[in-house]
Structures are given as structure tokens and as C-alpha cells.
């Protein structure tokens, strides 16, 4: 298990936050700032109990929440917001993965692959915190080289492209290639395909978990896409060695370049096949071949000068600020905006490039305000830009106050995502009770307008709707509504006590929030104390006290309120066998529902090492050294009557319903037990342990 055991190391963890903190800004980065900053207070302590939770069992992902990004055709692209855990471990296991596929996939680099190209987690220097290098240059080599095949005679360019991409990766064959491709070991695998199958679930709304889809939003996605579309590159390579061609990728956009219309005509159809092996289905109305006359305009090469215009653009220089371009710039970047609304310009129509950019760089412009007022719709993916520019220039102009309200008001609006935009950008807008009503804190998949609201009421002022809305189970609403509660108020007792609930949340980031607030006044620090009711992760910080599978699972999920009364390393001080005791524990979990005989099996294992330390314990001697011969004596019946009766009865299903005897008691082959059968003892088995942690003389 040498991949995993490098998986669990600390500093892979630490480079994998790092990773997480420069990513590349934008609206899915925006909303775990919170998080970064504060599961960086405590790092160290942080990460030591996701590793430990890990090994111990006790780590489960959780469904994401989605939020849907409008695409044309009235279609959405969704984006899947992990916890922050969950990005973290995610990140972590594909550090791994990344690094021992580099050897085999880094030759591609630059020649057939040129975009999400890694650094190993062994870079040097700054590089090793970036996942990925810089995009640009590989952009800019794609098109170069695209070039320079075309001026050597390959005048057929073919753009092969794959319908829902990362919606239709199937886990067992991403799992089958990383193992026969890239050698990735089975338990890494294992806990990649559990988290991917249940982050394909939304939180927000009824859905079913999946195999098929990996997440958007997450810098970790792009690189197991990539490794997935590498088995497309290698046997395109393999099965059309006699054919005459250039394939190039950057992502998921796949070019080829042929000398002749047949050629292109039969790779299309073995692409075709190849991707269709591994589940992919190819988007036929964006495959076409072309014979290229002017390379430049089909590449949609430009002398965009784009980095002349950012230098300029944050310099300040006399008769210059930052942030705003000189007029000469403004102009010329103005008119190729505005060209790519004109479907007879040179400018390609509606080219998301030109547009993307334009909207952070242009200075403020009246033309261009009225015309991203009446064509907003056409550009829908582009419309936080669209917002970014009105609120940059124009936050107080009258007609642009009326489109912010015409769309929160609008109940028959098509993309919640472009609501919940206008909250973000404009918070400031007038509170109206009609739109508060109509989007109400309810659980709904549009969870991301409920999110930017709550900043709408606190910049309205609406201190009592802010203590009140608390129905939502959506994390990243709870910690907005908290942050903003803990500021509205002035009473240092209500800030102390809110605070310190927080530490008691089974949300760990939010009590890790808890601890940030309850901190952010030094005075807090007196007289603060530890609790049997605090989060794990709030205990591990403060006394180093990891949790174990046991006591989770006793506390969090059977409800016994006190199992560190008996499940402590004060009673259980030798190592090896309270890691005996917690693997048979861990053992007889794990697979209840798939194996119960080994479940059984592994389930008397732990009764007969609770047993022997009771008997210990009390100062019981044991009438023989077989453990059944010593339940059947009854000799802690007086003690804890529970444990004696369901232990004997658990211990005989053991000898007669496992494979740990050929025959039952009658001399027949024995039956194995079955599922409802265990599930009855298994009932027992709770009750056994909530009559001892509850018994206060051991």
C-alpha cells in the first residue's frame, strides 16, 4: 500500500490545501474562501483528523450541491460543491494519482497533450503548489503547432468533440484504466470510486447516486477527465498507425489535421468507436471537417494583444489610474465587443473569448451599458461579467437599478443562477418582501440565491429575518446566516454562547467556524474548556485526543450518549490490543450489509476482547480459557445481564452461521447467516454496548 500510505502523509494533505488556495479565482473558489481561512487556522491539527478519520473508518463523503450555469439551447452546466473536506481528500488522492501517472502521460505533453498539464507534487520551487502550469502558453503552442502542420500541407482540420463530457465518465472504467494504465493501487481506488458515486447525488434535491459522472468545479476533475480521454489518444495512435495525420487535444477539444478528406473522414469514424469503448458518446452536430484556406480566421487566431491590454490596465501611471484603459485601447476594444454582436462582422458572433475578456477591462461606456441591457440573454454564460461591468460603472444608474429589478422580480425567470448573480453583485438593492417571499429559505436545488440573499438582508438591514431563517440544511448557507448573526449583534454573552454552540456542531467546518468567531475576541480564551459534547475536531486541536471508529460510531450513530467511559486508552492502555479491538470493530461495520458471516465473525472477535477486559477489570475469574465455556457460566450476568445474554447467543450464531466451522451444533453443513438473521443481532449488539458504557464500576 505504498500509494496510500503516501495518500495519508501530512504534507500531501498540506500541498493539497495549498493547491485548493491557488486555484484559479472564480465564482466556484469564491464560496470556499470561508473555508480556506478557516481550516487554515489550525492546519496542522485539521488535516491530522481528516488523516486519522480516514484510517480509522470513520471518513464518509457527503452529496455535493450543485448549482446550474446557463448554457445555450436553455440548457444548464452544473457545478458540484463539495464540502471542503471533501475537496480536500478529493485533491489529496488525485496528488497521488497524478504523480504516478506522470511518467507515462508527461512525454505527451507539448506534442499531443496541451492542456492540464501538471506539476508533480516534486516541482520546484513555487511551481509544486500549482496544480496545473499556466494555461495560456499551452493554448497559444496548440494553436502554433496547428499552424505549422497546416503550412506542411495538412489542409483538413476535423474538431472532434464529446456530448456532457464530464457527466458521462463512467467510474468503473476510470477505476479500470488508472489500475492497468497507471498501476494506481486498489484502496486509493477504492475510496475514489465511493466518493465520486456520492458526490454525484445533489444535497438540494431529490437524485439518485450515480457510477457515471465526475464533478465540475473541483481543479482535481480536469486531470482524471484527462487521463480518461489519454486512452482516446493512445489507441487512435495504435489502431491508425498506417494512416497519415496530426492529432493534437487541449481537454476535450480533440483536432485533426489530414492532408485529404477521406483520412479525416476515417478517423472521425474510429474516434467514434474508441470513444463509445470507454462510454463516451460524440456530439454529432459539432463534428465536422473542413478544408482550411486561412488557418488564422478558422483558428480563430487574433492579434488580441490581450496581455498588452491587462498590463496596461492595471498600471498607474500620471494622468492614468489602475483598473482603466487608455481611450485609444478602450476604443479598439470596444469595437471588437461590440462586433461580436453583429452576426455579418468580421469579429466571430458572439465569440466567448472577446467577450469574457472585454467585460472585467472595458472603461465605463454608455453604449455598451444599453447594449448588455437588451442582449443580456444572448450571453447568459457570460452574465456575471455582465454584472461585474454594470456594477463596476454603473451601480447607481436608474435603468440599470430597474434590470436588476425586473429579473428579481420576474417569478417566471428561466435560470435561478442569474437571480442569485443580482444578489451577489447588488446587495444593496431595496428590500422588497414580495421577492424575500417568493425565495424564501426553503430546500430547493437553486440553493446558491438563498446563499448571496442572505448578504441582500444584511445590507437592508433585517436583523430579525437573519435570526430567523435557520431551516436550511445547506452548509454553506448555515455558515453565511452565522457569520452575518455573530455581526449584527453587539452583546458579548449572545456572541459567546452562539459561538461556542457552533463548537458542539456535527458540521466539522462549522465548528471550526465556531472557533474562529469565538476566538476573534482574545477574552474568549480565559476559561475556556473542553467538552464531552464538542466536535472531534475541536478536541483534537485543543488536547490531541483523536477519535476512533468505536466511539464514533457508538456516539454519532447508535446514540450512546458516554462510550469514552468505557472505550478510553486509560482502560485500554496496551497499543496492539486496543488495535485489535478497533480493526474487529471496523471489520464487523464494514460489512454488515455485504458479508454478514465475516461481519459475525469479526463482531465476536470484539465481544470476546470486551469481555476478557471486564472480567479484568471486576477481578472475575474465568472458569476456562475458551470464551464460550465463560459466557455460559453467567459470570458477569449479575454485573451486566445484557452483555451476557445477547453475548452467548451471538458467540453460538458465530460457531454455527460462519465459515468458522463446516457443521452446526447438530452436525449438519452449516447455513450461513443471513441478513435479516443478523440484523436482529445486530439490533442486540446495541443495546449490549449501551448497558456497559452506561455501567460505572469498571
Known amino acids: 500500500m505504498i500509494q496510500y500510505d503516501s495518500f495519508l502523509m501530512s504534507e500531501n494533505f498540506k500541498l493539497a490545501y495549498e493547491r485548493l488556495k491557488t486555484a484559479s479565482r472564480n465564482l466556484y473558489k469564491s464560496i470556499y474562501y470561508e473555508d480556506l481561512r478557516i481550516f487554515g487556522l489550525y492546519l496542522d491539527e485539521n488535516i491530522e483528523t481528516v488523516i486519522t478519520n480516514i484510517r480509522q473508518g470513520i471518513y464518509q463523503p457527503e452529496k455535493c450541491h450543485k448549482i446550474f450555469i446557463p448554457k445555450k ?88 468533440d464529446i456530448a456532457s463530457f464530464f457527466d458521462t465518465i463512467d467510474h468503473n472504467i476510470l477505476c479500470e484504466l488508472l489500475k492497468s494504465n497507471y498501476n494506481i493501487e486498489d484502496e486509493l ?26 464533478p465540475q468545479g ?101 494622468g492614468k489610474v489602475s483598473k482603466r484603459l487608455k481611450s485609444k485601447t478602450h476604443k479598439q476594444l470596444k469595437k471588437r465587443f461590440l462586433n461580436c454582436f453583429n452576426e455579418n462582422s468580421t469579429e466571430r458572433f458572439l465569440d466567448k473569448t472577446v467577450i469574457g475578456f472585454s467585460l472585467y477591462k472595458l472603461n465605463a461606456d454608455e453604449q455598451i451599458k444599453i447594449l448588455l441591457l437588451e442582449k443580456y440573454n444572448l450571453i447568459l454564460t457570460h ?43 447588488f446587495p444593496e438593492f431595496p428590500f422588497d418582501e414580495k421577492i424575500y417571499q ?28 437573519l435570526l430567523t431563517d435557520n431551516s436550511t440544511e445547506n452548509y454553506f448557507i448555515q455558515r453565511e446566516l452565522n457569520n452575518y448573526k455573530y455581526a449584527i449583534s453587539t452583546d458579548k454573552s449572545y456572541r459567546k454562547i452562539f459561538a461556542s454552540r457552533l463548537l458542539e456542531s456535527s458540521n ?25 459534547e464538542q466536535n472531534q475536531f475541536i478536541k483534537y486541536i485543543f488536547i490531541k485526543q483523536p477519535i476512533d471508529i468505536i466511539v464514533h460510531t457508538l456516539k454519532n450513530e447508535w446514540k450512546i ?29 464494514k460489512s454488515v450489509i455485504n458479508d454478514p458471516s465475516k461481519s459475525l465473525l469479526n463482531l465476536n472477535t470484539f465481544n470476546n476482547l470486551v469481555f476478557d477486559k471486564i472480567c479484568n477489570r471486576l477481578n472475575i475469574i474465568k472458569v476456562a480459557t475458551d470464551y464460550g465455556v465463560n459466557l455460559n ?66
Open 189 to 214: 481506488l477504492e475510496l475514489l470510486s465511493k466518493c465520486l458515486e456520492t458526490w454525484t447525488a445533489d444535497s438540494n434535491h431529490k437524485t439518485f447516486k450515480s457510477k457515471h459522472g465526475i
Open 218 to 318: 473541483p481543479i482535481s476533475s480536469p486531470f482524471l477527465a484527462d487521463l480518461y480521454l489519454f486512452y482516446i489518444d493512445s489507441e487512435i495512435k495504435r489502431t491508425t498507425k498506417k494512416l497519415e495525420y496530426k492529432y493534437l487535444r487541449y481537454v476535450d477539444d480533440i483536432r485533426i489535421l489530414t492532408k485529404d478528406y477521406l483520412t479525416s473522414q476515417k478517423l472521425i469514424a474510429a474516434l467514434d468507436l474508441i470513444s463509445r469503448d470507454i462510454g463516451l458518446i460524440p456530439q454529432g452536430s459539432k463534428i465536422l471537417i473542413k478544408k482550411v484556406e486561412d488557418i488564422d480566421t478558422e483558428l480563430k487566431i487574433q492579434n488580441s494583444k490581450f496581455s498588452d491590454i491587462i498590463k496596461e490596465y492595471k498600471e498607474e501611471t500620471k
Open 633 to 698: 457460566a453467567n459470570l458477569i450476568d449479575n454485573q451486566l445481564p445484557l452483555c451476557n445474554k445477547h453475548w452467548i447467543e451471538i458467540n453460538e450464531k458465530r460457531n454455527q452461521k460462519t465459515e468458522a466451522h463446516p457443521y452446526d451444533k447438530f452436525g449438519n453443513i452449516r447455513i450461513r447467516i443471513t441478513k435479516s438473521e443478523f440484523q436482529e443481532l445486530f439490533k442486540k449488539q446495541q443495546l449490549t454496548l449501551d448497558e456497559l458504557c452506561n455501567y460505572r464500576s469498571l
Open 561 to 589: 450518549e458516554t462510550p469514552e467511559t468505557f472505550f478510553n486508552r486509560n482502560i485500554w492502555h496496551d497499543d496492539a490490543e486496543y488495535e485489535e479491538l478497533r480493526m474487529s470493530f471496523l471489520l464487523f461495520i
Open 383 to 425: 452574465f456575471e461579467g455582465v454584472l461585474f461591468y454594470l456594477k463596476s460603472h454603473f451601480s447607481t444608474d436608474i435603468a440599470v437599478k430597474q434590470f436588476v429589478k425586473n429579473i428579481l422580480s420576474d417569478e417566471n425567470i428561466l435560470f435561478s443562477h442569474i437571480v442569485a448573480l443580482c444578489f451577489k453583485y
Open 508 to 532: 466539522s467546518m462549522l465548528s471550526l467556524q465556531g472557533l474562529n468567531l469565538l476566538f476573534s475576541n482574545s477574552l474568549n480564551l480565559f476559561n475556556f474548556k473542553i467538552t464531552k
Open 438 to 465: 417568493f425565495y424564501t429559505f426553503e430546500k430547493h436545488r437553486h440553493w446558491l440565491v438563498n446563499y448571496y440573499m442572505v448578504g441582500w438582508l444584511f445590507a437592508n438591514e433585517k436583523k430579525e429575518l
Open 73 to 160: 439551447d436553455n440548457l444548464v452546466r452544473p457545478l458540484s460543491m463539495l464540502t471542503f473536506i471533501d475537496l480536500l481528500v478529493y485533491q489529496a488522492i488525485v496528488n497521488i494519482i497524478a504523480d504516478t501517472a506522470y511518467d507515462t502521460i508527461s512525454p505527451y505533453y507539448g506534442k499531443v497533450i496541451f492542456g492540464n498539464v501538471i506539476n508533480k507534487s516534486t516541482a520546484k520551487g513555487v511551481n509544486q503548489k500549482f496544480f496545473f502550469k499556466s494555461w495560456k502558453r499551452k493554448w497559444k503552442r496548440f494553436n502554433e503547432i496547428s499552424k505549422e502542420y497546416f503550412v506542411n500541407g495538412y489542409i483538413y482540420l476535423s474538431e472532434f
